[in-house]
């Protein structure tokens, strides 16, 4: 059950964002047991439903439906996280949403690269 099965990408990024079933529950309007469906796979959400979802958890669609991604081991969701945490890198969280890990590795390589002429010019 890697990043192609929907169950896990829901429970995994909820997980992640740090929502209880119950929590994401009200926030997106279903009942406890309708989110346990969702994440066991017994239940499907409607299309309303999972973009309330997606959006809470800050994800695309394809992300909860496992479309293109391996939660465990993508360097661009891990990029993602870092960007939409850090306030500095905010401003670029939209457009990672979009973006192809490989444009993605090569940002975090300019930013990492820019972070570290701070990290130089702070020393001196």
């Not at 958890?57 to 945490?85: P, Y």
């Not at 930013?111 to 701070?118: F, I, M, R, V």
Request: proline letters at 3%; a negative charge.
């Amino acid at each position: 059950m890697k990043g192609g099965d929907p169950v896990m990408n829901l429970r995994a990024i909820r997980k992640m964002r740090g929502y209880t079933q119950k929590e994401l529950a009200q926030i997106v309007g279903v009942s406890d047991v309708s989110m346990s469906n969702y994440e066991r796979g017994t239940q499907m959400p409607d299309l309303t439903i999972l973009t309330k979802i997606a959006d809470t958890l800050c994800v695309s669609t394809d992300e909860l439906l496992g479309h293109n991604m391996d939660i465990e081991k993508d360097e661009a969701w891990a990029f993602r996280e870092q960007m939409r945490n850090n306030p500095s890198y905010r401003i670029l969280f939209s457009a990672a949403d979009k973006a192809k890990p490989e444009h993605l590795r090569a940002a975090a390589a300019v930013l990492q690269s820019l972070k570290g002429d701070q990290d130089d010019d702070q020393r001196e």
